[in-house]
């Protein structure tokens, strides 16, 4: 299995930039993907940006042109940067990654974005 530990995390100015980091650790060899996503105050978990073993990426319309996924795979980590952060970006973020042929989801402990206006 995978363990997530996310950081990074913080209070921002609109305009500002952050840049999220996620270390795996465990059996990180049967990652097939890792992702971010967030959660808002009352509002369902929505994917942010995704990465695959194989390098394709995926990222929400919300955040295209603004957020970078991206991964050290010899420290296992992976980052988002952030840029151009908007207050509506202000969510708990959460680092997943899909294991093993099965595809089970692990998840982070999350870290908080305040984006102030």
């Known amino acids: 299995q995978v363990q997530l530990v996310e950081s990074g995390g913080g209070l921002v100015q609109s305009g500002g930039s952050l840049r999220l980091s996620c270390a795996a650790s465990g059996i990180v060899s049967s990652i097939s993907a890792l992702g971010w996503y967030r959660q808002a105050p009352g509002k369902q978990r929505d994917m942010v940006a995704t990465?695959?073993?194989?390098?394709?990426?995926n990222y929400a319309d919300s955040v295209k042109g603004r957020f970078t996924i991206s991964r050290d795979n010899a420290k296992n980590t992976v980052y988002l940067q952030m840029n151009s952060l908007k207050p509506e970006d202000t969510a708990v973020y959460y680092c997943n990654a899909l294991w093993g042929t099965a595809k089970q989801g692990f998840w982070g402990q999350g870290t908080q974005v305040t984006v102030s206006s």
């Open positions: 990465l695959t073993r194989g390098g394709s990426t």
